[in-house]
């Protein structure tokens, strides 16, 4: 689960690079396991870790643990091979790995429909007659679900059953657009599939996990539950400020509750390496661990795009050898595993603290070039699409696939993609992608294909895993260019010309000229906006305070609500005084009118999607 600071890492998945790219360009790799240690100090120190411990795969078994740090900053007690971390995320692959084993004994068809699988769990889907929610879409996160809202990542279900959390969080699960068409990251759809597992197998969620799964990996102890056992071992867990984390009992575990240690979560690499065998014991055929990691459930898939996000599992878009895996973190913990078929190696990372994207970015580089550095890229696909086809691809792109509404303005106001054609590839963002198929595309510095171009319905658009965008029409992102244009311009102005304003305010050279407040005006509505959305962005990203904390009802979530009502009434204000202030220069109404219209503009926009009068705690 994104969670502990759970939604500090919603905000990542605006850029799924941030989420799972461990890009190793630019480094030199580690030649031995000596000097791997010391590239992995030197990264845990960077990223401030109290503690933390690594596993390295080589050759299908583990060869090497290596610990670091303390376990708990107050007894300087050491982590240790028996220390157990929280993994958050990668609960969702066991859970995925579950499934499968239910599917192989013919008790669930991932084509199934959550409405007969478990009628129970209450959803909204308006295309639900043609397109509905199967099982295959809850682990793919294609239902279209937004991410679980600020008030069920606030909650704490000790003692909570797996049904119980997820009609908690039933609210939630509304489908955006029809299931099966873009992907984005969600914790409910793994969590609904633990109340499947649970009718399917007749078991309750955890006692199915150890038994099928836990426990034939040979993961002695892990589970999803935290016993007397795991609550004696378990580290603490600090924010970035030092302060302690505390264990939350997630309501909906099957997406991020696993409790284990290094050397047991290093069994779920080797599952993978062994196509679903494990020292010996078959726990899933080799045919369901290759559906496992392919998508086959988005836009792109019917068109060869079937290297997103699989069943609890993606390839990391990082550059050179394509390595397969999952993060996660919970309360304060991160967590991360990959695993590369072609080398038969892989690793696990976790960690209790520190700054978990930065440094776990680096630490997973160093690994990866590690275990890849006696490897080359396999031989590059590359297909002949024509100059027409590809240039159609080319144009401004944005983001419409937002985690949930927290963040819908944030991801779909700022999150713009320029592609270029030419040459018999594409570039984007100075990167050169080339075509593996008519639809499929490939980065220059990458072993597979990461990327896909759809025209669908008069509309062209790009997928990644996580993430899809659509091309703008010319009109459309002119508008949006001028737009910013004009609010940019009038900020600048509105900066230059206050201090002149006020020196002419004081020896009363305004009084017969509309005053200064008229004039203020939009750069008043413009710190409402950068107030209302900075204060969002901080709770997402700020350390120390977990997000639901800030965005909970009070002060903070108050002051956000007042800043988004005063955001478009000053708009309008600054636009009335332009109309109405005959008595105003040309330069004055000039600068309100069009600054203020730029504001109305935005302000319309974010009515749209329910941000004016925002109430963040119910979101």
Not at 260 to 281: A, H, N, P
């Amino acid at each position: 689960m994104l969670g502990g600071s759970l939604m500090r890492k919603l905000f990542a998945v605006i850029a799924a690079a941030l989420v799972w790219s461990v890009t190793s360009a630019g480094a030199k790799a580690p030649t031995s396991l000596q000097e791997l240690d010391q590239t992995l100090v030197s990264s845990f120190k960077d990223g401030k870790v109290p503690g933390a411990t690594v596993a390295i795969v080589e050759n299908g078994q583990v060869a090497m643990t290596r610990n670091y740090g303390v376990a708990d900053l107050a007894t300087k007690a050491p982590v240790t091979d028996e220390t157990v971390f929280r993994a958050g995320s990668i609960s969702k692959s066991f859970t995925s790995i579950a499934v499968m084993t239910l599917v192989e004994q013919g008790k669930l068809d991932l084509n199934g429909k959550l409405a007969d699988l478990a009628p129970e769990v209450k959803f909204t889907n308006p295309w639900e007659q043609t397109d509905p929610v199967r099982l295959a879409h809850l682990l793919e996160h294609t239902t279209g679900w937004p991410d679980i809202s600020t008030r069920i990542l606030g909650l704490d279900g000790k003692g909570w059953s797996t049904l119980k959390g997820v009609q908690d969080a039933s609210g939630d699960f509304v489908s955006r657009w029809q299931p099966g068409r873009f992907a984005v990251y969600n914790n409910a759809g793994p969590a609904v599939a633990g109340v499947i597992i649970e009718k399917a197998s007749g078991k309750a969620f955890e006692d199915y996990m150890r038994d099928a799964v836990l426990r034939p990996m040979g993961m002695a102890t892990a589970d999803f539950d935290l016993p007397p056992d795991l609550a004696a071992r378990i580290a603490k867990s600090y924010g970035a400020d030092g302060s302690i984390a505390p264990y939350q009992y997630i309501t909906l575990r099957p997406a991020g509750s696993l409790n284990t240690t290094v050397k047991e979560l290093s069994q779920l690499v080797r599952f993978y390496l062994g196509r679903g065998t494990i020292d010996g014991r078959a726990i899933l055929k080799p045919e369901s661990v290759e559906r496992i990691e392919r998508s086959e459930t988005n836009l792109g898939a019917p068109h060869g795009f079937t290297n997103g996000y699989g069943l609890g599992v993606a390839p990391f878009p990082d550059a050179g050898v394509t390595f397969r895996g999952h993060n996660g973190e919970i309360d304060a913990f991160t967590a991360v595993y990959g695993y590369n078929v072609r080398c038969n190696c892989g690793y696990v990372m976790m960690a209790n603290g520190g700054d978990g994207v930065n440094f776990g970015t680096a630490a997973s580089a160093a690994i990866q070039g590690y275990l890849t550095r006696a490897m080359q890229m396999q031989p590059p696909v590359v297909a002949q699409v024509p100059e027409s086809e590809l240039q159609g691809y080319a144009g401004l792109y944005r983001t419409i696939t937002p985690p949930n509404n927290l963040l819908r303005p944030i991801v779909e106001m700022l999150t713009f993609t320029r592609v270029k054609a030419g040459d018999g590839k594409l570039v984007i963002s100075g990167n050169d992608w080339f075509p593996t198929g008519g639809n499929t595309f490939r980065r220059a510095d990458r072993e597979e294909a990461t990327l896909a171009f759809v025209p669908d319905g008069g509309s062209v658009y790009k997928i990644s895993a996580f993430t899809t965008q659509v091309q703008e029409p010319i009109w459309r992102a002119g508008t949006l260019v001028a737009v910013a244009g004009i609010l940019m311009l009038g900020l600048a102005l509105s900066l230059i010309m206050t201090p002149v304003w006020l020196v002419s305010a004081v020896r009363g050279r305004l009084a017969e000229r509309g005053g200064l407040i008229m004039r203020l005006l939009p750069l008043l509505s413009f710190l409402s906006f950068v107030t209302m959305m900075g204060l969002v962005a901080y709770a997402v990203l700020g350390s120390g305070t977990s997000a639901w904390t800030n965005l909970a009802y009070g002060p903070y979530s108050q002051t956000i609500f007042v800043a988004s009502i005063l955001f478009p009434l000053l708009a309008l204000g600054g636009f009335v005084a332009a109309w109405r202030g005959s008595s105003a220069n040309w330069f004055v109404r000039s600068y309100l009118g069009l600054t203020s219209l730029a504001l109305l503009a935005v302000a319309a926009y974010l009515a749209s999607i329910g941000w004016v009068g925002v109430e963040t705690w119910a979101m």
